[in-house]
């Protein structure tokens, strides 16, 4: 159906024909190719959530690519959002899901100004949880905040764990060679992006401008995506928050079907077992899970159960060496982490998107690098800096969500310069705009970048770590 076709947003029959307080309490109706969808307005924002993207991926549809989601008549309400993806919660974790976990979790969300008209950009965000835990629905997530600056956020589920990354040789004998395997947690993504390709201009969204954001896990999704193959066309510009130098561990298939085979055993299911893959699908979900999240999904190779992500060819391919070559979708990029990331100052996080920024840059790839390493007043210690995944709230602008009445004006402060340098870059490729601080655009010579500095100021300066850096990647 052409894009034309795709009405904007429409609301509730006319006051002319219902009395005035049912049409009051009528919220805003959007047309998308499965359906109606009518959500609700709050604070002059609209949104809609938990609207299906792709079938619920259970029964025989576990471990298969995603499938089209069946059309329905009349009005789907979707004014709550949808269970995230099967999982053992995470006690500790940083964004607390706001649903049960369930396997039937392919769902997205979407914010946009109430009174806005057509064409806004699109901001897309891909939450991070190393891949076995995180979900859309954590109150820091909510794209309400950015909506308000004249975007289209939209956030969306996808596979984790065993149910996104697995492979089985009863798998690769079903799927024959036509179908991605193995990787569905990338298949969901690459079918959200499609999604909204075909349906953001029915919340006034412009689908020729969307940007992807993704956090961790979600930053490494990002990395995915800018070498997929099948990602090509769905996005404009791509921001990479704490997501690793793109480096892919060299992995193959086979490798991964051991694995899996590896988790079936433990379950009783025999390798030559002609049912093993109905039994495998048979497992109530709890049983997949197996109770691995962050905490427990470290395992020794020689008794792994579960791998992650790997190359399969098809949607996921070697990012580090297509970086290398310049062989990624060429579209500006915003690109840092935390100053006290995982690894700390020469690790994965901070060396790693320093290197890929230069990388990028080298192959005349738009980048703005960034290191933020502002800590809310509430939590400031002596000498500490900022952890992983503590640039979120600042960047959705939901510092008043995360912190509640701690939040000091200067940490509110902070999340408004770098909500609108976001929204700037989601809007033009290019995260500078009237009263912000000038940032820099990228370049390995110069080395420049934007530290969200722990003063509470955005900060143009050349990398004071880079020569550290440099150091330890020549010892290494």
């Known amino acids: 159906m052409p894009y034309s076709r795709f009405l904007a947003v429409l609301f509730a029959t006319s006051t002319l024909v219902l009395p005035p307080a049912l049409a009051a309490a009528a919220g805003p109706l959007a047309t998308i190719d499965s359906g109606k969808v009518e959500g609700k307005v709050d604070g002059g924002i609209a949104s809609w959530k938990g609207i299906p993207f792709a079938a619920p ?84 997530y909510s794209g309400a905040e ?79 995506l800018l070498t997929s193959p099948m990602s090509a066309g ?69 008794a792994a159960t579960y791998h992650g992500p790997f190359v399969d060819g098809k949607v996921a391919i070697d990012s580090g060496a297509a970086f290398g070559a310049g062989r990624m979708h060429r579209v500006p990029v ?15 996080m901070v060396a790693g998107a320093r290197s890929l920024a230069a990388t990028l840059a080298d192959h005349g790839v738009p980048v703005y690098a960034y290191r933020f390493s502002y800590v809310a ?8 800096g900022a952890g992983h995944a503590t640039d979120i709230p600042y960047f959705f602008d939901t510092v008043a969500v995360k912190y509640g009445a701690a939040a000091s004006a200067r940490d509110v402060a902070m999340g408004k310069a770098m909500a609108t340098y976001m929204v700037n870059f989601a809007k033009r490729g290019d995260p500078n705009g009237a009263g912000l601080p000038a940032w820099p655009r990228y370049a390995r010579s110069t080395d420049q970048l934007m530290d969200f500095a722990a003063g509470g100021k955005p900060v143009a300066l050349k990398d004071p770590w880079g020569t550290e850096i440099d150091a330890a990647q020549k010892a290494r």
């Open 146 to 224: 950015l909506a308000k600056q004249g975007v289209v956020v939209i956030s969306f589920n996808y596979r984790i764990g065993r149910f996104g990354f697995f492979a089985h040789p009863q798998l690769t004998r079903e799927a024959g060679a036509g179908e991605p395997l193995g990787n569905y947690g990338f298949m969901d993504q690459v079918a959200a992006l499609q999604w909204i390709k075909r349906n953001a201009a029915a919340f006034g969204g412009d689908p020729a401008n969307v940007t992807i954001t993704g956090e961790s896990a979600g930053g490494m999704s990002v990395n995915a």
């Open 57 to 140: 991926p259970v029964g025989a549809l576990r471990w298969r690519a995603p499938q089209a989601v069946a059309l329905w008549s009349g009005v789907r309400q979707a004014t709550a959002y949808a269970p995230d993806c099967m999982q053992l919660p995470f006690p500790s974790d940083a964004a607390p899901l706001g649903t049960q976990p369930d396997e039937d979790c392919l769902y997205l969300n979407v914010w946009k100004p109430a009174d806005a008209g057509a064409r806004l950009p699109v901001l897309v965000w891909i939450y991070g949880g190393g891949f076995v835990n995180g979900g859309s629905s954590p109150p820091t």
């Open 377 to 384: 007043d509430s939590i400031a210690k002596p000498g500490a």
């Open 334 to 348: 915003m690109i840092g982490a935390t100053s006290a990331d995982i690894g700390g100052n020469t690790g994965y």
């Open 234 to 302: 769905l996005f404009a510009k791509a921001v990479v928050m704490s997501g690793g130098d793109g480096g892919t561990a060299p992995t193959s298939l086979a490798d991964v079907e051991k694995i899996g085979q590896a988790f079936a055993t433990g379950k009783g299911i025999a390798h030559d077992d002609p049912q093993a893959l109905d039994k495998l699908r048979a497992l109530p979900a709890e049983q997949v899970v197996d109770g691995m999240n962050l905490a427990t999904f470290r395992q020794p190779a020689a």
